[in-house]
């Protein structure tokens, strides 16, 4: 069994800052990928942001230059920084991560980001 817990969120005004956290816990051997997600009410699960094992990273358009992904993969942990944020980024906030077969296929129940305008 794997745990996913994500930390971090809150309510921002726009162009404010947050740090978002996601901590692995249980049957992890080691981590190949990772990835944060979001959902916004009404639309489908959005891949925000992704980083491998050799450091490769991606973005998705709406966040490049404003949000940065990074780890500590000895504490099974990645952080999504976000800045400028604004009332379109409102969204509850997910991770996961590969362990060299596949995304897993749980989900932590995520956190909340509300950016006011």
């Known amino acids: 069994q794997v745990w996913l817990v994500e930390s971090g969120g809150g309510l921002v005004q726009a162009g404010g800052s947050l740090r978002l956290s996601c901590e692995a816990s249980?049957?992890?051997?080691?981590?190949?990928?990772q990835a944060w997600y979001r959902q916004a009410p009404g639309k489908q699960r959005e891949l925000v942001a992704s980083?491998?094992?050799?450091?490769?990273?991606n973005y998705a358009d709406s966040v490049k230059g404003r949000f940065t992904i990074s780890r500590d993969n000895a504490k099974n942990t990645v952080y999504l920084q976000m800045n400028g944020l604004k009332p379109e980024d409102k969204a509850v906030y997910f991770c996961?991560?590969?362990?060299?077969?596949?995304?897993?296929?749980?989900w932590g129940r995520g956190t909340q980001v509300t950016v006011s305008s």
């Open positions: 996961n991560l590969d362990r060299g077969g596949a995304w897993l296929d749980v």
């Open positions: 249980g049957s992890i051997f080691s981590i190949n990928r």
């Open positions: 980083i491998t094992f050799s450091g490769t990273i």
